[in-house]
Nanobody, 121 residues
Framework: QVQLVESGGGLVQAGGSLRLSCVDS????????MGWFRQAPGKEREFVAA??????LYADSVKGRFTMSRDNVKNTVYLQMNSLKPEDTAVYYC????????????????WGQGTQVTVSS
């Protein structure tokens, strides 16, 4: 059974940094795709980044500012977020068990509870 737990969210000023973590327990982790999505109030959940067999993919809006990494010993993926902007404010979700197009939320079958990121101007 997959269980994802995110942490690391918080309030930060524009230009600041945060690092999100997602621990994936209950299954073999090292070979599985993992993803990060976010959802702002009143908006649909959107793709942020994913680590798959093809490498790491990023949304254009975060490319060059966010970096996704993973530690297979700790069964953890990270999202390092630098140069944060107010428009990055959202609840950030970790996802696993990919069954379709990586940038589509409906392609992922397991989700964490989310962690709030708020960027003040």
């Amino acid at each position: 059974q997959v269980q994802l737990v995110e942490s690391g969210g918080g309030l930060v000023q524009a230009g600041g940094s945060l690092r999100l973590s997602c621990v994936d327990s209950g299954r073999i982790f090292s070979s599985d795709a993992m993803g990060w999505f976010r959802q702002a109030p009143g908006k649909e959940r959107e793709f942020v980044a994913a680590d798959t067999w093809r490498g790491t993919l990023y949304a254009d809006s975060v490319k060059g500012r966010f970096t996704m990494s993973r530690d297979n010993v700790k069964n953890t993926v990270y999202l390092q977020m630098n140069s944060l902007k107010p428009e990055d404010t959202a609840v950030y979700y970790c996802a696993s068990v990919l069954g379709g197009m990586v940038r589509q939320p409906e392609a992922w079958n397991s989700w964490g509870q989310g962690t709030q990121v708020t960027v003040s101007s």
